[in-house]
Protein backbone atom coordinates (compact mmCIF):
# COMPACT_ATOMS: atom_id res chain seq x y z
CA UNK A 1 0.00 0.00 0.00
CA UNK A 2 1.34 3.56 -1.13
CA UNK A 3 0.92 6.39 0.73
CA UNK A 4 -1.86 8.05 -1.55
CA UNK A 5 -4.49 4.99 -2.99
CA UNK A 6 -6.37 5.49 -6.01
CA UNK A 7 -9.57 2.98 -6.72
CA UNK A 8 -12.38 2.99 -8.53
CA UNK A 9 -15.47 3.34 -6.74
CA UNK A 10 -19.09 3.33 -7.62
CA UNK A 11 -21.45 6.20 -6.26
CA UNK A 12 -24.88 5.59 -7.48
CA UNK A 13 -25.09 4.67 -11.00
CA UNK A 14 -21.84 6.60 -11.94
CA UNK A 15 -17.99 5.60 -11.98
CA UNK A 16 -15.91 7.97 -9.77
CA UNK A 17 -12.20 7.42 -8.55
CA UNK A 18 -11.77 7.98 -5.26
CA UNK A 19 -8.16 9.13 -3.75
CA UNK A 20 -6.95 8.14 -0.35
CA UNK A 21 -4.21 9.88 1.81
CA UNK A 22 -3.03 8.30 4.31
CA UNK A 23 0.21 10.23 5.01
CA UNK A 24 -1.56 13.20 6.46
CA UNK A 25 -0.57 13.39 10.42
CA UNK A 26 -4.56 14.64 10.23
CA UNK A 27 -7.78 12.53 10.05
CA UNK A 28 -7.43 11.44 6.18
CA UNK A 29 -10.56 11.73 4.05
CA UNK A 30 -11.40 9.48 0.47
CA UNK A 31 -12.00 12.51 -1.73
CA UNK A 32 -14.21 11.24 -4.64
CA UNK A 33 -13.76 12.40 -8.22
CA UNK A 34 -16.30 11.88 -11.34
CA UNK A 35 -13.93 11.83 -14.40
CA UNK A 36 -16.92 11.27 -16.60
CA UNK A 37 -18.81 14.28 -18.76
CA UNK A 38 -20.78 16.59 -16.26
CA UNK A 39 -18.82 15.42 -13.49
CA UNK A 40 -16.99 16.97 -10.58
CA UNK A 41 -13.70 17.09 -12.32
CA UNK A 42 -14.98 18.86 -15.51
CA UNK A 43 -17.20 21.57 -13.40
CA UNK A 44 -13.70 22.59 -11.90
CA UNK A 45 -11.93 22.40 -14.68
CA UNK A 46 -14.46 25.04 -15.79
CA UNK A 47 -13.13 27.60 -13.20
CA UNK A 48 -9.79 26.85 -14.10
CA UNK A 49 -9.01 24.32 -11.42
CA UNK A 50 -7.33 20.85 -10.83
CA UNK A 51 -8.74 18.19 -8.42
CA UNK A 52 -5.03 18.63 -6.94
CA UNK A 53 -6.01 22.28 -6.17
CA UNK A 54 -9.18 21.59 -4.37
CA UNK A 55 -7.93 18.57 -2.25
CA UNK A 56 -5.14 20.95 -1.15
CA UNK A 57 -8.18 23.33 -0.10
CA UNK A 58 -9.80 20.24 1.46
CA UNK A 59 -7.32 19.13 3.45
CA UNK A 60 -5.76 22.11 4.75
CA UNK A 61 -8.25 25.03 4.72
CA UNK A 62 -7.64 28.40 6.62
CA UNK A 63 -11.54 29.19 6.84
CA UNK A 64 -14.94 27.73 6.63
CA UNK A 65 -18.78 28.45 6.11
CA UNK A 66 -22.29 27.25 4.76
CA UNK A 67 -22.78 27.86 1.21
CA UNK A 68 -26.28 30.36 1.19
CA UNK A 69 -27.29 29.30 -1.90
CA UNK A 70 -27.08 25.42 -1.20
CA UNK A 71 -26.76 24.76 2.33
CA UNK A 72 -23.75 22.44 2.11
CA UNK A 73 -20.53 23.17 3.70
CA UNK A 74 -17.45 25.10 1.68
CA UNK A 75 -13.66 26.14 2.69
CA UNK A 76 -11.26 28.37 1.70
CA UNK A 77 -7.98 28.04 1.33
CA UNK A 78 -4.93 28.44 -0.88
CA UNK A 79 -3.84 26.23 -3.88
CA UNK A 80 -0.25 24.91 -4.57
CA UNK A 81 0.08 27.86 -6.97
CA UNK A 82 -0.85 30.62 -4.68
CA UNK A 83 -4.45 30.82 -6.01
CA UNK A 84 -7.01 31.55 -3.25
CA UNK A 85 -10.05 29.67 -3.82
CA UNK A 86 -13.24 28.14 -2.22
CA UNK A 87 -14.41 24.87 -2.58
CA UNK A 88 -18.01 23.72 -1.85
CA UNK A 89 -18.52 19.88 -1.31
CA UNK A 90 -20.91 17.12 0.46
CA UNK A 91 -19.80 15.11 3.07
CA UNK A 92 -20.73 11.71 2.27
CA UNK A 93 -19.90 10.13 5.66
CA UNK A 94 -16.89 11.35 8.26
CA UNK A 95 -14.37 10.57 6.06
CA UNK A 96 -15.87 10.54 2.44
CA UNK A 97 -16.19 14.09 0.54
CA UNK A 98 -17.43 14.67 -2.96
CA UNK A 99 -16.20 18.42 -4.04
CA UNK A 100 -19.31 20.12 -5.92
CA UNK A 101 -17.84 22.90 -7.12
CA UNK A 102 -14.98 25.04 -6.53
CA UNK A 103 -13.88 28.38 -8.01
CA UNK A 104 -11.26 31.69 -7.80
CA UNK A 105 -12.15 34.38 -5.19
CA UNK A 106 -10.73 37.71 -4.42
CA UNK A 107 -8.71 39.02 -1.28
Do not use: Q
Not at 3 to 19: F, P, S, T
Not at 67 to 87: A, C, K, Q
Request: aromatic share 10%; net charge negative.
Amino acid sequence: MTAVDIYANILGDEACLVKRDRSSPVPYYDIIWNPEPGGNVEHIAEHDLTPDDVEAVLLHPVAEDISRSSGRPMVYGFTPDGRYIVVVYEEIDEHTLYPVTAYIVGI
